[in-house]
């Protein structure tokens, strides 16, 4: 008997988060998925926890208070704004949209782990620039390969998992170097974080550009990430494209209850970002006196591009109970947690370095 299989050139990728045993028990510093290391405030768990009482009936068709709530803080239209179960499923849905068999979608590589299951999943051809050798995002790389084909460019600013960022020089570069048939993707899932002031904000910056769609999520810095929030900001054409493939009821009752109550408190925002970005920069000092390569992140992550060393490095932190990500080959990449995690990574940092300098 013949059973259902997937396509064929569905077989070949690695699902996501794969590498990660489903059985082991939680390590003591969970620094592996860039999740916060504070929990939602007293009001957002009030906010969901009355939300419950609704969940017999759907929630809002589109997300609509939500989205009435983003169009309000940034003075868009609600045709400008949409919102799904995190912002990745966004970025599912954009590809779907503005992507299929025999097109390609172009981006940066190493970047996002989910974009080249994405991009399979519509049946496009994925086509990667490297890096710069700094770990940065490479604007003449991808200008290179952009063909007539190609009808989507995603783009992570700050990039994940490097932490480094484009500025504005050189991102408006690329935008204005892109054909206008193309539909760039630029995933600023990080950007509450990002401290260097040549850094843009693209829901800000861009929004005269017809072709630009710019994504956010609540996972990251509002501390929702168990509840699935994400958010698009673009021209209503753009918004219109998506929604034709999106799922109804696409954000569940409490999540969208928590998500307006989390956006309400900038105070408390403010407080957090300050504090993450204390523990980013003593944890980047620390790996650097190490002689670790850390470079400039600027997101809520740091990465050690090292190569070969990758794999061990990442077994001498599980050791010590904390987990962090592994990139075989390429890299680790580690959350940036509180002052706790913060110790307990550079001590087993300087155990490993002193390892890898004893001689075999």
Not at 86 to 106: K, N
Not at 159 to 167: I, K, Q, R, S, Y
Not at 235 to 258: E, I
Not at 307 to 326: M, P, Q, T
Request: aromatic share 6%; proline share 9%; hydrophobic share 45%.
């Amino acid at each position: 008997m013949t059973l259902p299989r997937p396509r064929a050139e569905l077989l070949a990728l690695t699902p996501y988060g794969s590498g990660r045993p489903a059985d082991a028990a939680p390590p003591r510093h969970r620094l592996s998925s860039n999740e916060s290391p504070f929990p939602p405030s007293d009001a957002v768990v009030a906010a969901a926890g009355r939300a419950l009482h609704d969940v017999h009936r759907y929630p809002a068709l589109v997300g609509e208070p939500l989205i009435d709530a983003l169009a309000a803080r940034h003075g868009r239209g609600r045709d400008e704004i949409a919102v799904a179960s995190g912002s990745v499923a966004l970025i599912e849905q954009l590809v779907r949209a503005y992507a299929g068999p025999g097109d390609e979608v172009l981006m940066p590589w190493r970047s996002y782990e989910a974009y080249p299951l994405i991009i399979a999943g519509a049946s496009a051809r994925e086509v990667a620039a490297p890096l710069t050798a700094a770990q940065g995002i490479d604007v003449d790389a991808l200008l290179a390969r952009l063909t007539p084909r190609t009808r989507v460019l995603l783009l992570c600013n700050p990039n994940n998992p490097t932490g480094e960022a484009l500025g504005t020089a050189a991102l408006d570069a690329l935008i204005e170097r892109v054909p206008r048939s193309v539909l760039i993707v630029l995933d600023e899932a990080y950007r509450e974080f990002v401290t260097r002031a040549d850094v843009p904000d693209g829901a800000e910056r861009y929004r005269g550009h017809a072709n630009v769609a710019v994504l956010r999520t609540f996972s990251k810095a509002y501390s929702l990430a168990g509840l699935r929030v994400g958010w698009c900001v673009a021209p209503a054409p753009l918004v219109d494209g998506l929604r034709r493939v999106a799922p109804p009821f696409p954000v569940s009752g409490p999540a969208l209850a928590a998500a307006m109550a989390a956006l309400a408190e900038d105070g408390l925002l403010a407080t957090r970002m300050a504090a993450l970005v204390g523990e980013r920069r003593h944890l980047v000092r620390g790996l650097a006196e190490l002689g670790l390569p850390v470079g400039d992140p600027q997101a809520n992550f740091v990465w050690l591009p090292l190569g070969e060393r990758a794999a061990a490095c990442a077994a001498a932190f599980l050791a010590a109970g904390i987990g962090v990500r592994s990139f075989p080959g390429e890299g680790v990449r580690i959350t940036v947690g509180d002052a706790g995690d913060t110790q307990a990574v550079l001590r087993a940092a300087a155990a490993w370095c002193d390892t890898e300098r004893t001689p075999r």
